[in-house]
């Protein structure tokens, strides 16, 4: 394959760890000229390709790219949008081909979850057909940590140590309080499916009475009378009670118990925040005064208090993404292999994009305590590394300094509109 370039794109919800493996790649791609020569970003992820509005990472300094690997959410614009199916809409993977000839691009990255690793998947398959030499390498990334075949999602890491520091924190106000006010605190983390961010909380919980003293999972039905009865036990029993709760917890008909009835764009139902919801159900049955907190954003965005070995994996899978592509590799994707618990060690993997695309990997039921509220050894040994490790951006005026890059457009040769 002569001298190509490359295109490379951020997708979904963005993570305090997804820039380190765009810095991963472009530093690693910057040592291969003589094989890859511009890395050209996709502007708010595939839509940039689609309509041809694509950005030079070649005229951002080696400093400036370096400085990706601290600074949190996606550098060049996410997007929330699915290709459909060859059937439905061929002319998507027709134009996106259409932009790579045009713009000598050899080469696809796409920085992902489940449905960004099946964009990839169905790219690599079409360009294929059309003759078009495209290696297509996916890029695992996801707060959610459900993506199959890795050990671990980048971003997820990161999460979690947020969430156990969080739910640690907010325990020690509790308590501090509960004789004479607050006597139970909500959490509300991220997971529609999967509960891996609210398993993490329970790190926090080393030793008996500490925060939390409840998790609410997606996989687990949720049962009100068993809930409450938990939580008046509790507070009776330690004086105050913290709750994680997933948002994507379920009644028994299986709806969600915050369901606002509306779809985002990937055609997920919108949550409308459960937090409320289970303290107003507290308070309903117990009378005991609550406050709650929705971590949100807050949650994906906190790059000050990023585990090490999140940061150090999320800049791997940039790294390896390029010598994957290089070795000749097409519908692949970089995965975490676990070798060794005690001491934590890893190494890189592949897996291939067929078997991750549109794949959720649950919170396995032997993670989950026999009451359904907590989390078991097994868990807490496969969860404690991720979260190890301090990697601090520089502070300069007590603040966090972040790096913007300055996204300048490559001229577009096809200059014809796509409506999306």
């Known amino acids: 394959m002569t001298t190509k370039n490359a295109f490379y794109a951020q997708s979904g919800g963005v993570t305090a760890v997804i820039n380190a493996s765009a810095c991963g790649l472009i530093e690693t791609a910057r040592q291969h000229g003589d094989k890859i020569g511009k890395v050209y970003?996709?502007?708010?992820?595939?839509?940039?390709?689609?309509?041809?509005?694509?950005?030079?990472?070649?005229?951002?300094?080696?400093?400036?790219?370096a400085a990706l690997r601290y600074?949190?959410?996606?550098?060049?614009?996410?997007?929330?949008?699915?290709?459909?199916?060859?059937?439905?809409n061929?002319?998507?993977?027709?134009?996106?081909?259409?932009?790579?000839?045009?713009?000598?691009i050899g080469y696809f990255f796409y920085n992902g979850g489940g449905d960004s690793q099946d964009t990839t998947h169905?790219?690599?398959q079409l360009s294929q057909s059309l003759g078009h030499d495209l290696r297509c390498i996916g890029i695992p990334k996801t707060v959610d940590n459900d993506l199959p075949l890795t050990d671990n999602c980048p971003g997820f890491g990161s999460v979690a140590k947020y969430v156990a520091v969080s739910i640690r924190e907010a325990g020690f106000d509790v308590a501090s309080m509960a004789r004479t006010s607050t006597k139970v605190f909500v959490l509300e983390v991220m997971g529609r499916h999967a509960g891996w961010i609210a398993a993490a909380g329970g790190l926090a919980a080393e030793r008996e009475g500490e925060s939390p003293h409840i998790i609410l999972f997606p996989e687990i039905t949720f049962d009100q009378e068993k809930f409450l009865?938990?939580?008046?036990?509790?507070?009776?029993?330690?004086?105050?009670?913290?709750?994680v709760v997933s948002e994507g917890v379920r009644n028994p008909d299986g709806t969600f118990l915050a369901e606002a009835g509306t779809r985002d764009a990937f055609g997920h139902a919108q949550l409308g925040?459960?937090?409320?919801?289970?303290?107003?159900?507290?308070?309903?049955?117990?009378?005991?005064k609550y406050h709650w907190?929705?971590?949100?954003?807050?949650?994906?965005?906190?790059?000050?208090?990023?585990?090490?070995?999140?940061?150090?994996?999320?800049?791997?899978?940039?790294?390896?993404?390029?010598?994957?592509?290089?070795n000749g590799k097409t519908a692949v994707m970089p995965t975490i292999v676990r070798t060794s618990n005690n001491p934590y060690q890893w190494e890189i993997g592949v897996g291939e994009l067929k078997d991750v695309a549109n794949v959720e990997q649950m919170l396995p039921a032997h993670y989950i305590s026999e009451d359904g509220f907590g989390i078991t050894p097994e868990c807490e040994e496969y969860l404690r590394p991720l979260i190890m490790g301090e990697d601090s951006p520089p502070y300069v005026n007590g603040l966090p300094q972040y790096v913007r890059l300055k996204n300048l457009p490559v001229e577009k040769i096809l200059n014809e509109p796509f409506d999306l």
Do not use: W
């Open 41 to 65: 970003a996709g502007r708010n992820g595939i839509i940039g390709a689609l309509t041809e509005d694509l950005i030079d990472t070649s005229l951002e300094s080696d400093e400036d790219i």
């Open 122 to 124: 169905k790219l690599s």
């Open 71 to 88: 600074t949190p959410s996606g550098a060049f614009g996410s997007c929330r949008y699915k290709l459909k199916s060859f059937e439905e």
């Open 273 to 288: 925040g459960v937090a409320p919801v289970v303290a107003d159900m507290i308070k309903t049955a117990h009378g005991y």
């Open 90 to 104: 061929r002319a998507e993977y027709e134009r996106l081909i259409a932009v790579f000839k045009a713009h000598n």
């Open 229 to 243: 009865a938990k939580v008046e036990s509790t507070v009776k029993k330690h004086g105050f009670c913290c709750i």
């Open 293 to 326: 907190a929705v971590a949100d954003y807050l949650q994906r965005a906190a790059r000050h208090i990023a585990s090490k070995t999140d940061v150090d994996q999320a800049y791997a899978m940039g790294k390896a993404a390029v010598e994957l592509a290089l």
